[in-house]
């Protein structure tokens, strides 16, 4: 038996690719499914089925594109009408090798979620692993708001399905999740790739609630619900476009490239906090590579995307974390970073930098300026800056009403990255006199500095 | 958390890379141990320790070299008497990155057996997987008939370590053994690489036996002592000398070979047994690739060994897995490959090579054929072709006297790869009309010729 | 500058990947041609223009996949038709980065064929390089036999590209063919990718007669048109069907395997000759690695064709050499390679394997033997054994009429491998008594037998 | 015949390896040497020489290592003399597969320079290529200024190498220089890898000169000699210690590597100059990845230096050129980058960022600026910004007192790498009102402003 992980950074996604003599099945794969494909070959097996635990709202599921390079048959739960594939049957057992799929339903965060449990016919059919998708994660559960008005009745559906279907399969069950932490699909999901039924059913805080606590709960939670994730919802559903061996946006010429922005294209900025603070191109949004995925709030799906990366390096891992999300109209990067901008001599902009020392300075001698964190209100609840004004990152292009305009800003988040996506869209809004707090909540506690909850 | 698998095909041995924040530790590194550098720089981390469970029988274990690249601590459990790195206590605590790792005295393979279980602090401390070594394996257990005459007593320990000290860890903890499928270390690994205590629990025949079964079982049990077992460990209680980079053995031209091999150098050919029975140079060992582990019962440590490669891509596979097996003195391997050797005009030998329905064929025709089964006594016992001599191929060059002279042999395994090492040994001693049955047992059963118990 | 060679080994085609600043040109790309795209991301590079020295004859060329993933623009001679790109003008003048290409047309091996001369417009605008295409190569010229009737005057035309056209760009000029040794496109390549205008002129055999000699020479020099040729010239006048990532074959059970050979799929066995011999499926082909190109002679195009492999490692070499001569239809692999086979007891035929001494005391004791040296003629012509017959391997298959029956053959190359893929034919063609000669013509002069030319 | 050109981007060196059959020669190899090791496994070929062209000043020569893990032996010149190897005689012949090595005496460079040609045997023993060390590069010609009072003598005995030994052997010779463009071995290296004998006859500007122009020339002509060479050569005398698989410096905390700095380790930050000017740990050397090898400058052997990483993906490539500058004491690097640093709260600095309009800005309105060209005398030469003071970013932290104090200072190179380092050297000499010009005299033309000569 064959059993690995396919992690895809930018959405917190895990695939599985499970496999046994001559034959393997892939769970949830992701877009480019090159990956896949590859360890069929290294391995000496076929991929037989490719099961999706539900359909996805925050990146573009593959299992279009490997089933059409490798024959694979695709199955999916119950909900909504997929336009390709077949429906797996509750119950409904898989044979490959010398193991057995068997498909559970599982719903809750969505009406039509399955979990797959592995069992080897080789020890007594035990079961060894459940791909539980976004049912249950590694110390979270599934978001249940995509309900909307039936949030409850799916919440109450998540505990079942998590206590009468998941539980019982044991303790000694592997957990195989398809979000780890950083996902936007749970707030809380552990920094562990490691886990079990019974790990959970000790440690999870929600496992530890009683049906009502937990439904309680879930109703109550907060949770952001991304303009990108309606476009994913769409793809999904029908199946995206195929992206054969990857997206190849070219290098562009400080010339060609202004002449493409000046068309309307889209600027992102790859590059750390720090050297987008010194100076960007006017207009570029702040997206350091660990947090591309907030693109995801302001980035269009109609016009082309142009990039400033730090590396070149980093051209692969950015082109690709875009096209997971479905953006698929690279327009270029800039040839040469943002050196060759300033030999050309265009124009560029540049941020306010600050320490935590620096921000805590001006905010006692200065009664006028503002502070803006832009964190999660779970994470602001916990402990913030007096007096600051919390609007999640996310929202803040749609709410720059709320940001008080004619006076110095200062923007925080955790540590400084959040913060300059966010000084980037206020300064794509017009707005001026704007800082970034490098080291942000992370150095202002670390300081000792006073903190209100 | 960072969990990395690093598997050692050639004695199925898995080690285990475990990371959080900047620091990581491993657990019994190979010999070859570059590989942990790589994900450590990848990953940001510094190796802090260096756990090893026992004292290796069966391959050269490379904490020594590890902790010279990387400024880690040795720990190793309280017996035999190491020459280097410290002796951890049962209960004793190590804390890096925000992951704990307890050290549990696990007596019974050895008298100096440590497990290692890893608790996340971030879920409360609880235990997320254990290294066992060679205590619990799944769906087997270690040996104990390194014990002797105590060996009594070490399966008591074993039952016990197992039952009193990693089974209250919790059905939900992840095991990690050292060894998988095919190691000599255990007769009956499963060939699944992912298990819990739970399911060990559950279905790991051993474990469903009483105190007493189990200590009777273990007792008569039997298991095969290969002479490169008294290297490993003579190496591994002192620490084996550094290998760098790997080893790097030259290209020889068909004239060298023959010299080198003239002075009493050892040829291992690791080509697929129907290319080795079509023609070899003399005196060749037939070990191929899948079962190179077979040269501890036969490759002298005082001779350089020669290659023989089917593929000039299996150079780096086949050097390092004897490397790993303590085998550093490698003349070279033949340039060219066997081709070379016929161009020259070189001597070649072959071997007969049978299908199962000829094998069946010839006995049924001539009742002079002798067939020696060469697969361990339990696969020998579970049902093999009525009159044929049982010779465990490991033992075979010691008990050539067994082997009856002057009549036509056909040698058999389960598939035709270690018949073909054993019908190499006959060779070698100057046996003549030796034959090869490919397809071994598996295809005599499978073409439903009769079997005996 | 950057300047990379890209070489594909079973046709023995190098193309070239140029580039200067932010942009670069590829020239013959092979029909895989994710490798140019590769560069030019590592590099930072846009693939501007995709040169086309002629209409390649024995491989499909990639431009117009290689344009789709880029954007590039294809440019190749004024003959034939192409049904995609542009023609290029004589004297037509690229710039890209620093560099200057110049088209010049240098007809001969086909009426439309093209050289590329590579300027460093920074070093004063001398050529660099020009890339020859099939026109000269490193010690030898281009076919011109294509032209049939017009073969005289292709010849004049061919003398007068290389005399009047390329060498007078300068000895200094590094010259890049498209072709190194082993290609069928010149029978006299040298092995050496390293050559000038200047080395040619002085050391090139062809380039050491007069032109009266050189056209009479290559109107009498023999060369063999594989049938795979026409599928070749049809797929790049119209550009062949996209590859993307490559392909991918499944493995199959011996089972399936059998059923697809039995529905008239084609057998390709790439492993050694010695094993092939030792054992085979009924109806294979011996291909190895090294010799896949042969396949060219006898494999359809409108059966699947499946393959034994030699080793996991080797599929993706073969599939893609299979591609690269058009053979898209490739039905799958033997999952467990010959063994699976031998363990399914499903038939298996062998080959008579022997050494050169072996043959030559077949030839003394019995006048009886058949020796059918399968070499070129020109080989051949070199020195033979005496009495044998000579039919080139490709043409075997059609000329099998010529091959006496009822006698034991011995078929003989230079090495073994050929004569084992023409072994086969016989086999296939209901042949029985066929005998491979490993070591070949090679071993029979080094062991100092006789010799006829 | 194999030609392998392997580049080492720091110190833009090019070493060799040159193999046919299964022998090999590598010329010039670096320090950390496994890439050879890995080619020749590779190619199924054995190391026979290592060939050095001279004593190299601007790197680490792996001769020593390389001969250690393959048997090879060294050959090097008769000056100076070396502490291993054997010296070469000129016109001394080696032979190896095909091919055939010729050493050629050419003095100039120092006295004990020797090149090497190689002719292919199976051509007629023509010169295919020759390896002519820092004697001939394309474009320019070695330096002779190491010879001091003799310099006159060195660069007539180069000219009399070049014209008399080199260009003899035709037009057609494949050139295989030691450097490329950017090393400190020839300041006008063409930015081209590949030419032949004959190209450079023609557009070498120094191949242009009478004798006597050329030595009044290299005569006069102007280099820096870095400190750093002094301890260059005396480990290529002696050869250097062995480095094994490479640089392992481990990731420190904030806290461990702050401790460190404490105790004099020298910092030394790779990150682009945006990011370092917008803030850097205080006392920070600025080397950009691309200008690593300025470092030689400034940075002792005898304390540990400490990197601060733009991406952990550099860290292989920064700690590898270290070690191939002989700076062996990696005490580590900053885990989690400059971001881990903000997130502690620990002392940052910063340095003033202009472009160059707004450094024409300053300049208009403020007569107390003053500009520091950073840049090479003969960039200087080529025209600057009047008024402008030029010290040579190398000899700054020397020349420290020809720096105006107290007045704002605007450094200025090509495009503002090297004048974020001298920005850097400044700061550490503890000058405040430091700018860096971004974009730099590239810009600064480019913007159409003002230049003198």
Chains 1, 2, 3, 4 share one sequence.
């Not at 001559?22 to 590859?38: F, K, Q, S, T």
């Not at 996805?56 to 009408?81: C, F, K, M």
């Not at 991304?226 to 769409?234: D, G, H, L, N, V």
């Not at 006017?282 to 990039?307: A, E, T």
Request: glycine share 12%; aromatic share 10%; with cysteine.
């Amino acid at each position: 038996m064959i059993f690995e992980m396919v992690k895809s950074k930018v959405v917190a996604h895990i695939s599985y690719f499970i496999g046994s003599q001559n034959e393997a099945v892939v769970v949830d794969p992701r877009r480019d499914c090159g990956v896949y494909v590859e360890i069929a070959q290294r391995e000496g097996m076929r991929i037989r089925y490719v099961f999706e635990t539900h359909r996805n709202e925050d990146y573009v599921i593959g299992s279009r594109e490997l089933a059409h390079l490798t024959g694979a048959d695709i199955y999916h739960g119950p909900w909504p009408d997929f336009e390709y594939g077949e429906t797996v049957r509750d119950g409904q057992e898989f044979f490959f090798g010398k193991l057995r799929v068997t498909a559970i339903y599982t719903p809750g965060h969505t009406p039509g979620c399955v979990s797959y449990a592995v069992a080897d016919l080789d020890s007594g059919g035990e079961t060894v692993l459940v791909c539980t998708g976004d049912t249950l994660f590694v110390g979270d559960v599934g978001r249940t708001d995509f309900g909307g008005p039936e949030r409850k009745e799916w919440s109450e559906n998540l505990y079942d399905s998590i206590f009468n279907k998941l539980l019982p399969l044991g303790d000694h069950v592997v957990l195989c999740p398809a979000h780890g932490s950083g996902s936007v699909c749970g707030g809380r999901i552990a920094d562990r790739e490691l886990s079990t039924l019974g790990l959970e059913r000790l440690t999870n805080p929600l496992l530890q609630m009683s049906r009502e606590e937990f439904v309680e709960h879930k109703v109550e939670e907060h949770h952001e619900y991304a303009p990108y994730f309606r476009t994913m919802e769409r793809l999904n559903i029908k199946g995206a476009p195929f992206v054969g061996c990857g997206p190849n946006p070219p290098p562009l010429k400080p010339s060609e490239f202004k002449e493409k922005a000046g068309e309307g294209a889209i600027i992102v900025d790859t590059r750390p906090p720090p050297g987008f603070g010194a100076g960007h191109i006017k207009g570029s949004y702040s997206l350091y590579l660990s947090r591309l995925g907030l693109g995801g709030w302001v980035l269009p799906y109609d016009k082309p995307i142009l990039l400033v990366l730090g590396s070149q390096e980093h051209l692969d891992y950015v082109a690709r974390s875009l096209v997971r999300m479905g953006y698929d109209d690279l327009g270029g990067y800039l040839a040469g970073t943002i050196a060759s901008w300033y030999k050309e001599v265009l124009p560029v902009e540049g941020l306010g930098l600050m320490t935590v020392a620096d921000l805590r300075d001006r905010l006692e001698e200065d009664g006028d300026w503002v502070v803006l964190d832009v964190r999660s209100r779970d994470e602001w609840e916990e402990g913030h800056i007096e007096g600051c004004t919390n609007i999640y990152v996310g929202l803040l292009q749609q709410r720059l009403d709320d940001v008080p305009e004619g006076r110095p800003i200062a923007l925080i988040c955790k540590s400084g990255t959040r913060s300059s996506f966010a000084s980037s869209i206020l300064q794509r809004a017009g707005r001026r006199n704007v800082h970034n707090v490098l080291g942000g909540m992370d150095g202002w506690k670390k300081a000792g500095y006073p903190v209100t909850k």
